[in-house]
């Protein structure tokens, strides 16, 4: 038995490999949130010989070189996010014979970020007001530093530079309904020797209270390390 198998006439040959051919497909442009990187989302069954024929400008600029390409599209991500503003985008298809014809043109424009600001109501006003009634931080310190020139007869283990000084902290909070008092000093001594714990750094006093009245409860909290007196009972 003879097969017989039909062949494509020259002329369809011709037409099927046409630029006219070629070009009767479209793609789509899609931008992600900044609006800056974007991907030229192709045909699937777009022909290799397309592929290689294809170029990309923004803003007239050729970065075909830039583009990259992922799953049968081309992508772009700029080192830089593009300007606030309207930017052109063509997709070109290559000639032979050095020509060229832009295929799609689009128009992206990327998104700014912008910070909205309101004022806040009068009832987050007057909860704010209840929750914190007055507030306070009071801070002192006193830092000396003294450097030694030259020395003569002293201990050579004794640092030429020294750093002393002392401070302390108190801070008072309080709401409609409660109120959180703290209290803190240190002792600086960079010369350990000098020290009276044999530290640099040493807290000597801390307090923090706090309290709270209710109808039906009043409750209070103290922490603490401080010195009781000579008068107290404990």
Same mark, same amino acid.
């Given at each position: 038995?003879?097969?017989?198998?039909?062949?494509?006439?020259?002329?369809?040959?011709?037409?099927?490999?046409?630029?006219?051919?070629?070009?009767?497909?479209?793609?789509?442009?899609?931008?992600?949130?900044?609006?800056?990187?974007?991907?030229?989302?192709?045909?699937?069954?777009?022909?290799?010989?397309?592929?290689?024929?294809?170029?990309?400008?923004?803003?007239?600029?050729?970065?075909?070189?830039?583009?990259?390409?992922?799953?049968?599209?081309?992508?772009? /991500?700029?080192?830089? @996010? %593009? +300007?606030?503003?309207?930017?052109? !985008?063509?997709?070109?298809?290559? &000639?032979?014979?050095? =020509?060229?014809?832009?295929?799609?043109?689009?128009?992206?424009?990327?998104?700014?970020?912008?910070?909205?600001?309101?004022?806040?109501?009068?009832?987050?006003?007057?909860?704010?007001?209840?929750?914190?009634?007055?507030?306070?931080?009071?801070?002192?310190?006193?830092?000396?530093?003294?450097?030694?020139?030259?020395?003569?007869?002293?201990?050579?283990?004794?640092?030429?530079?020294?750093?002393?000084?002392?401070?302390?902290?108190?801070?008072?909070?309080?709401?409609?309904?409660?109120?959180?008092?703290?209290?803190?000093?240190?002792?600086? /001594?960079?010369?350990? @020797? %000098? +020290?009276?714990?044999?530290?640099? !750094?040493?807290?000597?006093?801390? &307090?923090?209270?706090? =309290?709270?009245?209710?109808?039906?409860?009043?409750?209070?909290?103290?922490?603490?390390?401080?010195?009781?007196?000579?008068?107290?009972?404990?």
């Amino acid at each position: 038995m003879k097969k017989h198998f039909s062949k494509l006439s020259p002329l369809l040959i011709l037409a099927l490999s046409s630029p006219a051919f070629a070009l009767d497909w479209e793609a789509d442009i899609i931008t992600d949130e900044s609006g800056s990187a974007f991907k030229i989302d192709l045909p699937d069954d777009l022909d290799i010989s397309v592929l290689t024929q294809l170029a990309v400008e923004l803003d007239g600029v050729d970065i075909t070189a830039a583009m990259g390409f992922e799953q049968g599209d081309l992508t772009f /991500q700029p080192m830089e @996010s %593009l +300007s606030a503003e309207e930017h052109t !985008v063509k997709l070109v298809l290559l &000639q032979a014979d050095g =020509s060229y014809q832009v295929k799609q043109t689009w128009q992206i424009k990327p998104q700014t970020d912008t910070v909205q600001v309101s004022e806040p109501s009068e009832a987050e006003l007057a909860a704010a007001e209840n929750w914190l009634r007055s507030g306070s931080v009071n801070s002192s310190n006193s830092v000396e530093l003294s450097q030694r020139l030259s020395q003569h007869n002293i201990d050579q283990s004794r640092r030429a530079f020294i750093l002393s000084g002392a401070g302390q902290t108190s801070a008072d909070l309080k709401g409609e309904n409660w109120q959180i008092k703290g209290y803190s000093n240190y002792f600086l /001594q960079s010369e350990q @020797s %000098l +020290s009276p714990t044999g530290q640099s !750094v040493d807290i000597g006093e801390y &307090q923090l209270s706090a =309290s709270r009245q209710d109808e039906k409860l009043n409750s209070s909290l103290t922490l603490g390390h401080h010195s009781l007196g000579v008068n107290s009972n404990l």
